[in-house]
């Protein structure tokens, strides 16, 4: 593990903190872009599909397409039960983003509540991600 | 928070977690038979098939709700991976899943309340 690990840029636990940043970017970016298309009078609109009318949705496309090469290329380096836990880290980021960027207006009872899931992912993620690595 | 919208997160979930182990198993068998495959190249699509099922419900769910509302019910879906082991694999749940479990279960009701 230790050996051959390649530095700088494309040091795994560098790409792992890119991962964490894609992530959050394109949960942003596919909220705004649901928002500026969100039609909810219609009654199939359901299906999201018209969200792809809305150029922040292509671009949020990109970040998910690149956050996926980058998870591949982080897990031929860390394994699973150690990567899957730090980078729920964007469970705690999320939020926060959805407060200081989105400006969404989030009770306390939804704070708690995002406290509690967040505590709780922090005790399964490890031995959650050994099971995922098994299935 | 509707029974239909309830019924729209977990679909949205489940679709991709199965998605996800779709993947896996299509890597795995992509190393042993080959891209070219034929059983590769049928359980990456379903994989991809079941992704994109889940990317569109989501853009539809983020439609209509906050992602401070949404985010925090991406939770369950390491609940589904934890029952999945439990019945795929038959893994009895240690007191740590079970408890971790439990707190994200409390916190998506709380979430769904607000």
Sequence with gaps: MTNNRPSGFANPWFQLGLNIICVVLYELLLKAGAKATADPSKSWSWIGITGLASPLIWLAIVVIILDLVIWLYVLKYI???IAFPLSRLVDVLVPISCWLILKEGISSLRWCGIALVIIGLAIVAKPAARLEERL | ?????????????????????????????????????????SILSAGILLMTVSFFLNLGL???????????????????????????LKEK??????????????????VSMS
């Design chain 1, 79 to 81: 394994p699973l039960s």
């Design chain 2, 1 to 41: 928070m509707t029974w239909w919208s309830l019924i729209l997160i977990l679909v949205w979930l489940g679709t991709f977690v199965a998605g996800q182990l779709f993947f896996k198993r299509a890597m795995e068998s992509s190393g042993v038979a080959g891209f070219r495959n034929r059983q590769t190249i």
């Design chain 2, 93 to 110: 749940l240690t007191l740590r899943l079970t408890l971790g479990t439990l707190l994200i279960t409390a916190g998506v009701v709380l």
């Design chain 2, 62 to 88: 983020l439609q209509r709700f906050d992602l401070s509302y949404l985010y925090p019910f991406q939770g369950l879906s390491v609940i589904i991976i934890t029952l999945m082991a439990a019945v795929i």
